[in-house]
């Protein structure tokens, strides 16, 4: 079983490198196997070769699926380690990608996590200096065979922490869509679509990331499969190179809707018509901007997890659906953001809602409304008149307003607690 270590994929430092990427590996596997499909297709190394000015590492770390290899360690301590290795090589000083698989996934995102809330500064620099993460099969809400095995005796803490549904992977899960964006992260991911010895490891669910941007590719293949491309044409293999690139010459900062780049601007200021795909659309588009802004980062310094404000509020009851909402609003949103009359409506409804929260059920919260209590004041003040006035548009139904109600929560804009 691996011990904590970085190492080169090539034999030789590559002079003037200016950037770094990192392989992750996931539960019971090694630096090497997991990202080999044979003696000569190791594509780290493919990667090393194929991008010439970036310095290609891989990490291992104890990942044993049963015994106690790993100790006591939960993913928590993993991640204070893997940040003082890094540091302690330098890594942090230039832009930074991570390639992960599996429990890897995870990993790294309590490793971000973790130099952004402890504010040590060469951690900090990490987390700063990262640009894209890549997740294979990563169970972002756990896995249901995880779930089994914990189970049994003998088995690792790295196994038990993965646990379909675990609190902690929850909340792991919320901090990394609320702040991946904000921090300039480009994140992409991929699933398995094939049993391995007869069960899906990771389903498609718990393999989405639920960021805002970030399309969920299936793969031909199983949990094992997924992470070893068989050649340099292979699927995952493409389109890991192309998402390493395309990281490692994006500036960090939140990436804007393609749609709000093409605006012309009339006069002293004034916003024009903006034309998308040779068409003039009329729409007041820095107004728009402005608001896509509003809607798709945290209103106060993040906290909590969705998962964290739902507790507060003694709901809970609640978090599993919640999230499942959230995250299909999120992907609705993004699916919409090019497209000036269907944003610009999602934004009003969002407004809508936010609005009437704010001004008629969080007081009554306060006030100490109970949970039937403020469940009529939705029903009054914000399911019942949005459906008045939009009954007859198809795509606004009960459904839709409690999605933007979890997205909002999970945003900040929306609270359930004092």
């Not at 491309?229 to 890991?240: F, L, N, W």
């Not at 004041?377 to 307003?401: G, M, Y």
Request: glycine content about 8%; some cysteine; charged content about 20%.
């Amino acid at each position: 079983m691996p011990q904590l270590q970085l190492e080169r994929v090539a034999s030789v430092e590559r002079p003037h490198s200016t950037a770094d990427v990192i392989f992750v590996h996931g539960l019971g596997g090694d630096g090497k196997a997991t990202w080999s499909a044979g003696s000569d297709a190791f594509w780290p190394l493919w990667a090393f070769e194929d991008l010439k000015t970036i310095e290609v590492w891989t990490l291992e770390y104890p990942a044993s699926m049963f015994g106690s290899a790993n100790g006591s360690l939960v993913i928590s301590n993993q991640a204070k380690q893997v940040l003082d290795l890094l540091a302690s090589n330098s890594i942090g000083k230039r832009p930074l990608v991570f390639v992960t698989h599996s429990l890897g996934g995870l990993l790294i995102k309590q490793l971000l996590r973790t130099a952004v809330e402890l504010q040590k500064p060469d951690w900090k620099a990490i987390a700063t200096n990262t640009k894209g993460v890549l997740f294979l099969a990563t169970p972002h809400t756990g896995s249901s065979i995880a779930s089994m095995a914990s189970k049994f005796p003998g088995v690792s803490n790295a196994t038990a922490q993965i646990a379909a549904n675990d609190p902690h992977l929850i909340g792991l899960n919320d901090w990394y869509q609320q702040n991946a964006v904000g921090l300039g992260l480009l994140t992409h991911a991929y699933c398995e679509t094939k049993a391995y010895q007869g069960q899906i490891i990771v389903d498609k669910a718990s393999a989405n990331p639920g960021v805002l941007g970030c399309v969920t590719v299936e793969v031909d293949g199983h949990h094992l499969e997924i992470c070893k491309p068989a050649s340099r044409q292979s699927p995952v293999y493409v389109g890991a190179r192309k998402f390493i690139s395309d990281a490692l010459s994006t500036p960090l900062s939140p990436p804007s809707p393609p749609l709000f780049v093409k605006a012309h601007q009339n006069g002293a200021g004034n916003p024009g018509p903006i034309e998308v795909d040779g068409i003039e659309v009329d729409v007041n588009i820095a107004a728009l901007a402005d608001e896509f802004a509003n809607y798709t980062t945290s209103k106060d310094e993040p906290r909590l997890g969705l998962a964290e404000k739902l507790r507060l509020g003694g709901r809970t009851h609640e978090i599993g659906r919640a999230i499942r909402l959230k995250e299909e609003f999120a992907k609705s949103f993004t699916r919409n953001q090019l497209q000036a009359s269907a944003m610009r409506h999602y934004i009003n409804l969002l407004a809508e809602v936010d609005s009437k929260f704010n001004a008629h059920v969080y007081p009554a919260i306060v006030d100490g409304a109970s949970l039937a209590e403020t469940a009529v004041l939705i029903k009054t003040w914000i399911s019942d008149p949005i459906l008045s006035v939009h009954q007859h548009d198809a795509l606004v139904n009960h459904i839709v307003i409690d999605r933007m109600i979890y997205y909002l929560t999970g945003i900040c804009h929306i609270r359930w607690a004092p």
